[in-house]
């Protein structure tokens, strides 16, 4: 198991409870996977985009904190592609 932080950015107009449920789904992809969240991270919010993606201006930035293996981070990247409320997101290996 390895140490990842995974960045996603979520539509801007989706309402604070669906907002909740869909981060609490994206989080279940990685558990239910064998993976383990340490912590997910808020803070950044609701921000400008630096440009456009589909067409949004403005989107919601969540941060995780994962111990996981490749499998696990793979079936995420692969549900995250096909989530039309996922604007972006990036997984990192972080130095061990």
Do not use: C, W
């Amino acid at each position: 198991m390895r140490n990842y932080e995974i960045m996603y950015i979520l539509k801007a107009d989706l309402n604070p409870e669906a907002r909740g449920e869909l981060i609490n789904k994206l989080s279940e992809i990685l558990t239910s996977n064998g993976a383990t969240v340490n912590k997910v991270d808020e803070s950044m919010g609701l921000r400008d985009l630096a440009y456009e993606i589909k067409k949004e201006k403005q989107g919601y930035y969540v941060v995780l904190n994962v111990t996981a293996d490749e499998k696990a981070t793979s079936e995420f990247s692969r549900l995250v592609k096909i989530n039309p409320n996922v604007l972006r997101h990036i997984v990192l290996l972080l130095d061990e």
